[in-house]
T-cell receptor
Framework: AQSVTQLGSHVSVSEGALVLLRCNYS??????LFWYVQYPNQGLQLLLK??????LVKGINGFEAEFKKSETSFHLTKPSAHMSDAAEYFC???????????FGRGTSLIVHP | EAGVTQSPTHLIKTRGQQATLRCSPI?????VYWYQQALGLGLQFLLW???????NRGNFPPRFSGRQFPNYSSELNVNALELEDSALYLC?????????????FGSGTRLTVV
């Protein structure tokens, strides 16, 4: 069975500050990992994904994430937060023989002026 | 290219009634997935349809059911509605196995049970 833990249901940063959203997973086999973003009253949009290859993955809107197998982590970062980044962010994992992604509970990113 | 479309956007039902939610996948996508997003619970997997067949089911009671049509569109039916069924229901589609491609989500149907 696979699981995803997102530390912190809410993360608050100032505009221009570093964004760090944490995601740890458990999977019995090398996983596929995803980050999605959900803006208010919208569905989820794929930010980035790791399947194989380079462990540092770049996504849209300046976000990137690094797959660290030893730490079973896939944290999402952005060097400088913008007001438009305020949204809900979900980490998801596919692994353990299942083709169905398991999602974390989400982290709400709040950006202060 | 049209994205994943869901209808209706909002639905209000009375406890005990039935609700029908609809999803049209992206053209060329054969798999449709349904998720329930209840407040504070993240996304809970409901159902996966591929090529007209139910491939997997999440941990939900049988009153949650659905089907996929020959054009790959899908319906989610919720019978005997309960207050706790109030949630955002999201549909996603993919081609092939989601692992390699990721999902494309619709904007969801907000179901409110009163």
């Amino acid at each position: 069975a696979q699981s995803v833990t997102q530390l912190g249901s809410h993360v608050s940063v100032s505009e221009g500050a570093l964004v760090l959203l944490r995601c740890n997973y458990s999977s019995s086999v090398p996983p596929y990992l995803f980050w999605y973003v959900q803006y208010p009253n919208q569905g989820l949009q794929l930010l980035l994904k790791y399947t194989t290859g380079a462990t540092l993955v770049k996504g849209i809107n300046g976000f990137e994430a690094e797959f660290k197998k030893s730490e079973t982590s896939f944290h999402l970062t952005k060097p400088s937060a913008h007001m438009s980044d305020a949204a809900e962010y979900f980490c998801a994992v596919i692994g353990g023989g299942s083709y169905i992604p398991t999602f974390g509970r989400g982290t709400s990113l709040i950006v202060h002026p | 290219e049209a994205g994943v479309t869901q209808s209706p956007t909002h639905l209000i039902k009375t406890r005990g009634q039935q609700a029908t939610l609809r999803c049209s996948p992206i053209s060329g996508h054969t798999s449709v997935y349904w998720y329930q997003q209840a407040l504070g619970l993240g996304l809970q997997f409901l159902l996966w349809y591929d090529e007209g067949e139910e491939r997997n089911r999440g941990n939900f009671p049988p009153r949650f059911s659905g089907r996929q049509f020959p054009n790959y569109s899908s319906e989610l039916n919720v019978n005997a509605l309960e207050l706790e069924d109030s949630a955002l229901y999201l549909c996603a589609s993919s081609t092939g196995q989601a692992a390699n491609y990721g999902y494309t989500f619709g904007s969801g149907t907000r179901l409110t049970v009163v």
